[in-house]
């Protein structure tokens, strides 16, 4: 599959399970309706069905360069949404993640 490709599903995957996580956070912590809940599984439905999208052989390779994108997309949440901005740490550390997703996913594999 086409980097691409890939990174744009990862993208999309990130964002249905950071939103749907985050309606839980608004209904529980930030006293929203519970219809707010509602919508979060079914972001986290979407997520699920955004991993399996995924060309690779194992799920778990999936999941553990999903990690990474996990990893940055959360920070970009933190900037965007909850108006945070995340310091030199926290992109040193997406950074690290990030290469370390690429490695897992794209490294030459001879059969698996």
């Known amino acids: 599959m086409n980097p691409i490709v890939t990174l744009g599903i990862y993208l999309a995957a990130a964002i249905a399970e950071i939103g749907g996580c985050f309606a839980f956070w608004a209904w529980l912590r930030l006293g929203k309706s519970a219809w707010w809940a509602v919508a979060g599984v079914a972001a986290l439905i979407a ?66």
Do not use: K
Request: aromatic share 16%; with cysteine.
């Open 47 to 112: 997520f699920a069905w955004f991993l399996t999208r995924v060309d690779t052989a194992f799920a778990g390779r999936a999941y553990a360069a999903y990690g990474g994108v996990y990893i940055a997309g959360s920070l970009a949440w933190l900037w965007a949404v909850e108006g945070h901005r995340p310091d030199r740490w926290d992109a040193a550390g997406a950074t690290v993640c990030l290469a370390g997703a690429a490695m897992i996913l794209f490294a030459p594999r001879g059969g698996g």
